[in-house]
């Protein structure tokens, strides 16, 4: 039988396994005060950060205000889905910006 340590151990690496595929952002990047998070991940369906930051999303970021429903613990992380709809709008926020950027790019 496994120990519960085990257990945390595989969801922590599953966890960096799935913010491998996910953009790592600046608060900024999503719209947030710049003292909102220090390790951001973002995707289209979420927006991820570290336990030990999420205090500060919450504080400086409005997380607060996120449907309990839509916050999720796992491990060492804590994810907001996007089904929040102040997650979604800077899930929004961020992915404009990627949008813009690209056009500044390619002129």
């Known amino acids: 039988m496994e ?3 085990d257990v945390i151990d595989q969801i922590n690496d599953k966890m960096r396994e799935r ?3 996910m953009f790592y952002c600046m608060p900024e ?7 909102a998070g220090y390790r951001l991940w973002c995707d289209r369906d979420s927006i991820i950060v570290d336990k030990q930051h999420d205090r500060s999303l919450q504080y400086y970021g ?7 429903d839509y ?6 992380y804590v994810i ?3 089904d929040d709809d102040r ?5 929004a926020e961020f992915y404009n910006n990627q949008d813009e950027s690209q056009r500044s790019e390619e002129t």
């Open 29 to 35: 990047e999503l719209g947030l005060d710049n003292r």
């Open 62 to 68: 409005g997380f607060e205000y996120c449907d309990k």
């Open 19 to 21: 913010l491998k595929e």
């Open 80 to 82: 907001y889905t996007a």
């Open 71 to 76: 916050r999720h613990e796992l491990g060492d």
């Open 87 to 91: 997650v979604e709008e800077h899930i």
């Open 3 to 5: 120990s519960i340590y």
